[in-house]
């Protein structure tokens, strides 16, 4: 990986349908040096997929997170394991910390998710959850999507000059 495969990828994040063409005019190569480095970076498993980013509002989804604590001999990849055969189940994060881990959820209904969390509870491996419905959402990668442009601001850095933020 090298800043050009970084820039790359910034432009991809910000629109995954960028020609090739248009890519390669921004980060000053042809386009088939920087086909090249989008395969490679497929390959290799940088880049994992391309995605449509929904609204699941606007189609009638709900978007939850549900923090799970594991019975005491539970093993978190075996809850991975259930999350993977529960269609509902958009992420598994292991965290640090007490919950043990964070399943992200889409569904129908507050009705549906109840019992999808039911279910994962009956499972025998929960000792509890705490589920947040997700009231509305903010995502840099889309905002830099609607904006036209890439990630403004390496990650850790800071946007404010000196003297105007709150741990000056």
């Known amino acids: 990986m090298d800043d050009l495969d970084r820039q790359i990828l910034d432009l991809l994040r910000a629109n995954a349908r960028m020609p090739t063409s248009e890519i390669a005019q921004r980060v000053g190569l042809s386009a088939a040096p920087v086909a090249r480095r989008i395969a490679r970076m497929e390959a290799s498993g940088v880049i994992k997929g391309y995605t449509a980013i929904v609204a699941d509002g606007a189609v009638g989804e709900i ?75 903010w995502d840099r990668a889309t905002d830099a999507q609607k904006a036209g442009t890439s990630r403004s601001e390496p990650a850790g850095s800071l946007a404010r000059p000196p003297g105007t933020g709150v741990r000056d």
């Open 63 to 137: 978007d939850a997170f549900t923090e799970i604590r594991l019975t005491g001999q539970t093993d978190t990849r075996e809850i991975e394991e259930i999350a993977r055969q529960v269609p509902e189940v958009q992420q598994f994060f292991t965290i640090s910390g007490d919950p043990d881990g964070l399943l992200r959820f889409r569904v129908r209904s507050v009705e549906h998710l109840q019992s999808v969390v039911n279910a994962i509870r009956r499972t025998g491996l929960v000792a509890g959850t705490k589920t947040l419905i997700v009231m509305s959402t």
